[in-house]
C-alpha cells in the first residue's frame, strides 16, 4: 500500500460569512417517492454463481427534451427537478443548443413535466433548494456570455423563475456543496480576469445563506480550480480534489475548507492528477475517487483521520464524466464515461474489488444520477453514441 504523507498550511480568516443557503445538489440523498409508473420495475439485484452481482437496469420515462450537461436537484417534496444543459437531435453530437427549459419528476407517476423557462441558457450550473421549496439556480456557462454570475429562483407552484442575488463571480466548470449549517458554498471554476478575459480557473469562493439572501465571499482556495470534486466529510468539512483544464495537466492536489473557522488547510496530495472524476464517502468516512481524465483506471482512497492516500484497486475500464454513488448496502455503483460506456461496475470496500455487474441500455456520459427513497436509482440523459439522450434508466435493488 502506497501511502502519502501530509504538509498542512493554514489560511486565516478571510471574511465574515453571510448568506442564504439551501440544498444541494446532494440529489443523490433520499427523498420521497414510490414505484408507480415506473416501467418494469422488478426487483434487479441477485447473485451470480460466484456470487458476484449482476445488476439489471430497465427503462423508466423519458425526459421531455435531451440533455447533457444539465443541473439536477432532488426537492425536500420527493420530485426532482433538471434543468439548462446542453440540448440537440440524436444525430447531432457537437454544436447544438444551450436549453433554458427545465423538467419536474414526479415520483408517484414516474413522469416527467415541462415547468417554466429560465432567462438564461447555460451549461453546468449550481442548483439548490432553499428552506421555502423554491430552487436556486446559478453560473455556469452561456455561449456567448461566457461564465455567469447570474441567479434564477423557481416557484414550484407557479413554476415561473425570477432573477435572484448574482454571485460575485461568474463562474463555470465550478464545485458546489451543501453545508451543515443550511448555507451553500461554490469553489473556483473559469471566470474572468481583471482585464476581463476569460480564465480557466480561479481561487476565490463564495458562500449563500438563506437568511441573508446575498452571496458573501469566503476564504480562497491554495490554488486556481477548475473541473474539481467538492464533497462533504463526515464532520461537516469540505474536501475538495484534483481539478485542471480538460486536455492537462490535472493536479493531484487536496484541500479541506472549515466553514467553522472559514479556513483551509493542504491535505495530501493524490497518487494521480485527475479531471472529470469522481469522489464518493464510503461508509466509514474515506474518501473513493475514481477516473479522470487520460485513462485513469487506478482508484484511491483518501482517509481524513491519518491525511493519507492509498490504492484502491482498478477499474476494468478508464472513465472520465462518469458518475459515482454509494448504495444503501456500502457499495459504489459506476455508471458511464468517455467513449460512452455501457458497462456498469461495483467497488466493494470490505475487500477492495472492483467487477463488472451489468451493462446499461445505453452507454452515456455527461448523465447524472438520482436515488429514490426506495433505494432505486435512476440515470438520466447525458450524450451516447447517437448524440444527447433523453432516455432514463432505472437500477432496482
Known sequence: MLIIKKSVILFPLFLTLLCLGCNSTDSIDPSTGSKRGIENSESNIDKDSDTKLSLIFVAGKDLKS????????????????VATGHYESANMLRGGEFSKTAEVFNPDLGEWTFTGELNDSRLSPAIFELPDGKVILTGGFHRKNGPLNSTEIWDPIT?????????????????????????????????????????????????????IGKWTAAAPMSEKRSNHVAIKLDDGKVFVIGGGKLDGP????????????????????????????????????????????????????????????????????????????????????????????????????????????????????????????????????????????ASVEIYEP
Do not use: C
Open 159 to 211: 413554476g415561473i423563475w425570477i432573477s435572484g442575488p448574482e454571485m460575485i463571480k461568474a463562474r463555470h466548470e465550478m464545485s458546489y456543496i451543501k453545508l451543515n449549517d443550511g448555507r451553500f458554498m461554490v469553489f473556483g471554476g473559469g471566470t474572468y480576469d481583471v482585464d476581463g478575459l476569460v480564465v480557466s480557473g480561479s481561487k476565490e469562493t463564495e458562500i449563500f445563506d438563506p437568511e
Open 250 to 389: 490535472y493536479s493531484k492536489s487536496s484541500e479541506i475548507y472549515n466553514p467553522d473557522t472559514d479556513s483551509w488547510t493542504i491535505a495530501a496530495p493524490m497518487i494521480k492528477g485527475r479531471v472529470a472524476h469522481t469522489a464518493t464517502l464510503l461508509s466509514d468516512g474515506k474518501v473513493l475517487v475514481v477516473g479522470g481524465r487520460g485513462k485513469i483506471t487506478k482508484a484511491e482512497i483518501y482517509d481524513p483521520n491519518s491525511d493519507t492516500w492509498s490504492f484502491a484497486g482498478e477499474t476494468t475500464k478508464p472513465r472520465a464524466g462518469h458518475v459515482s454513488v454509494r448504495l444503501r448496502n456500502g457499495l459504489v455503483l459506476v455508471t458511464g464515461g468517455l467513449g460512452y460506456l455501457s458497462e456498469v461496475e461495483i467497488y466493494n470496500p470490505q475487500d477492495a474489488t472492483w467487477s463488472v455487474a451489468g451493462n446499461l441500455l445505453t452507454g452515456r456520459t455527461n448523465h447524472q444520477v438520482a436515488e429514490l427513497p426506495d433505494g432505486r436509482i435512476l440515470i438520466i440523459g447525458g450524450i451516447g453514441a447517437e448524440g444527447m439522450l
Open 66 to 81: 435531451r440533455r447533457e450537461k444539465f443541473g439536477l436537484l432532488k426537492l425536500s417534496n420527493g420530485t426532482l427537478i
